[in-house]
């Protein structure tokens, strides 16, 4: 399952106040993602890493922030949470072979905002 | 922008049944695709995984295929049982990661009645 670990598993946390999940792997691998999932939205990306220091947007980044200091941390943070960002938030990574790409996900957090 | 279809959304069939669960795409330039399972409150487990230039993988009673020029796969179940049931998602794969790393269809939910 490529080593990947949540945490923390479940948050309750109120408005306006900062957040930060994290993502650990323990396989080195060099691309990392967030993603949201949310009902009759699926899986949308929200910021991916393709090493340390180096992150981009996706398709939902507005009011969260990224960072990887290390290859095998990459952290999630909400910087003001609303209740809209309540959702199950998923990191992934991305075993990179001769043979292709194959994914592998966390166990998810849900994060509730009150 | 590569769209991912999945149909149907969701899937009741008796035990014992053979299924068909489909997904399309939109652009057919694709690295690799990449069927999921995912159990209610949990992370996202991978099934199989098939090449651009593969046309079909199996494990166990499962078999998935793919036709890239028409923008389609399929996972077949075989002798369905209670254990199947849980959502399905394709992703499909530009290769080499970045923001393309994954784009996912919003998932079959399969219901098999013992």
């Known amino acids: 399952d490529a080593g990947i670990t949540q945490s923390p598993r479940h948050k309750v946390t109120e408005t306006g106040t900062p957040v930060t999940l994290r993502c650990h792997q323990t396989e080195n691998h060099r691309y990392m993602y967030w993603y949201r999932q949310d009902p009759g939205h699926g899986l949308r990306l929200i910021h991916y890493?393709?090493?340390?220091?180096?992150?981009d947007k996706g398709e939902v980044s507005d009011g969260y922030s990224v960072s990887r200091s290390k290859t095998e941390d990459f952290l999630l943070t909400l910087e003001s949470a609303t209740s809209s960002q309540t959702s199950v938030y998923f990191c992934?990574?991305?075993?990179?072979?001769?043979?292709?790409?194959?994914?592998?996900f966390g166990q998810g957090t849900r994060l509730t905002v009150v | 922008k590569q769209e991912v279809t999945q149909i149907p959304a969701a899937l009741s069939v008796p035990e014992g049944e053979n299924l068909v669960l489909n997904c399309s795409f939109t652009?057919?330039?694709?690295?690799?695709l990449q069927w999921f399972r995912q159990d209610p409150g949990k992370g996202l487990t991978s099934l199989l995984l098939?090449?651009?230039?593969?046309r079909e993988q199996t494990s166990g009673r499962l078999n998935a295929s793919l036709d890239k020029s028409s923008g389609r796969s399929t996972l077949y179940i075989a002798a369905s049982q209670p254990g199947d049931s849980a959502t399905y998602l394709c992703a499909v794969s530009k290769g080499g990661g970045g923001a393309d790393g994954l784009t996912f269809g919003k998932g079959t939910h399969l219901i098999i009645q013992p």
């Open positions: 098939i090449q651009s230039s593969q």
């Open positions: 890493s393709y090493g340390v220091k180096d992150t």
């Open positions: 992934a990574l991305l075993r990179v072979t001769i043979f292709g790409t194959e994914a592998f």
């Open positions: 652009d057919s330039a694709i690295y690799n």
